[in-house]
């Protein structure tokens, strides 16, 4: 607690003073002690090929104080499961002894180099990649080819929704000065992806405005002429019990605020997806009010342009559970005039999440709690069956990865379900699926 509380004085007094005369480059210098420290962090470990200093210390877009130091390093290939644990888990402990000393230093992303040739491939972040500066090891980045505007305005957007549900949402209604600036500053990021003007106030309002705007002006110009993707889900599985009493009385409760509440059926071990669309026009506080008042989670609150564009383009498999199980509190599911995604806007979503969560199983050694999470292993055999079968099944995932891939069924039930299982053994599984999926990805086909 006291190092917290140093921490904020020390943060306070470097903000206070930035403004000022020598403090506008005395302030600097502990960033870049910070990345001289961690490069030779990394020049301890044999298995560390590359590493490189991202975003706002990049673009030279930094405050100190305020600012982290993001960061990637790319591994060595061919290593073993258990060598790349064991090295990751070396790594993280020193990496957090530094970071106590250097609170500056922010989140690490790691990748062997086959899965960072891939993961450049896909998305705004990917592409960002050729900007970053290196700063340890041997240059591993590659020149990715360009796509057309219309599918990086997709890209960008995809990487919007990605800040707005995973980081910006969950910071706004947390709430407190601290993490409400930050969620400020982040919302000022999410309308300046999305081609607004820089220095925004980052209010929701603003941030749905864009993001809003943006699907739908996506939508207007996306003119391919592929045929909407035929699918039947199978939903005899779903018995989701759903409150609509206390959903419609909500409803009611915020009229002229929430047009709508959609229930989306994604697994029985996981419970449904809650999307509530909002009427238009409304203010940053009744938005805030909409989604924390709302009294069951998962949930989201976007606009009718956004919940077409992720359910086309963004989460194209959740329009399928939703046109053949999916409930609406007001009306019907054919009241939004949703148009289907094709086998190409699916094929990419599968592999463009797939590659984007690929990065996290790494993470998860410095926190067996989050790694505990079964749904992470899940959502990527989901991912393994449709890329070799191009199926769509719904059901109870766990059920369905066991009918799938019988052979995973012992290891399945003997990581997840036994408090014996060793995080060696959860990371080793993990590491393995998510392989199989890297494997499975055809970059030209996108």
């Not at 086959?114 to 020149?143: P, T």
């Amino acid at each position: 607690m006291l190092a917290i509380k140093v921490v904020s004085l020390l943060r306070a007094a470097v903000l206070a003073t930035n403004p000022y005369w020598p403090f506008k480059r005395i302030n600097r210098l502990p960033y870049h002690l910070a990345i001289v420290a961690f490069t030779h962090l990394c020049g301890r470990f044999k298995e560390v090929n590359a590493a490189y200093v991202r975003h706002s210390l990049v673009l030279g877009e930094w405050t100190p104080g305020l600012s982290d130091i993001d960061l990637t390093i790319i591994l060595r290939d061919g290593m073993s499961s258990k060598e790349d644990y064991s090295f990751y888990d070396r790594f993280f402990r020193q990496y957090l002894r530094m970071k106590h000393l250097l609170p500056m230093l922010g989140e690490v992303e790691v990748m062997d180099e086959r899965q960072f040739r891939i993961w450049q491939r896909f998305g705004f972040r990917g592409r960002w990649a050729i900007s970053w500066r290196l700063v340890f090891g041997l240059e591993c980045r590659q020149i990715t080819p360009s796509v057309p505007f219309v599918e990086r305005e997709r890209e960008l957007l995809d990487e919007a929704f990605g800040l707005y549900e995973g980081l910006y949402l969950p910071k706004m209604e947390e709430g407190g000065n601290e993490t409400r600036g930050g969620a400020l500053r982040l919302g000022g990021k999410i309308v300046s992806v999305l081609g607004g003007p820089m220095g925004t106030g980052g209010l929701v309002d603003e941030v749905v405005s864009s993001l809003d705007d943006a699907c739908r002006r996506y939508i207007g110009e996306d003119a391919r002429s592929e045929d909407a993707m035929e699918v039947k889900v199978e939903c005899d599985e779903f018995h989701i019990s759903v409150k609509w009493d206390g959903i419609r009385e909500y409803i009611a409760y915020h009229s002229g605020a929430v047009k709508d509440v959609i229930c989306m059926p994604l697994d029985n071990c996981l419970g449904p997806q809650y999307y509530i669309i909002l009427e238009g026009g409304i203010t940053s506080d009744v938005i805030l009010e909409v989604l924390k008042s709302f009294p069951y989670k998962p949930r989201m609150v976007l606009t009718e342009g956004m919940f077409q564009y992720l359910l086309r383009y963004n989460r194209p498999l959740e329009y399928f559970l939703l046109r053949d199980c999916g409930v609406c509190a007001e009306g019907g599911v054919d009241d939004y005039c949703l148009t289907g995604p094709s086998s190409r806007d699916v094929y990419y979503s599968v592999t463009f999440n797939a590659v984007r969560l690929s990065v996290l199983y790494r993470s998860f050694v410095g926190g067996p709690a989050e790694f505990d999470n079964i749904g992470y292993v899940l959502s990527f055999i989901r991912a393994k069956h449709y890329l070799e079968c191009m199926k769509i099944e719904a059901g109870n995932i766990l059920e369905l990865a066991e009918k799938w891939y019988p052979q995973l069924r012992g290891d399945l039930k003997r990581v997840f379900d036994s408090g014996s299982a060793s995080q060696a053994d959860r990371f080793a599984l993990t590491r393995g699926i998510v392989e199989d999926v890297l494997a499975l990805v055809d970059v030209n086909r996108l």
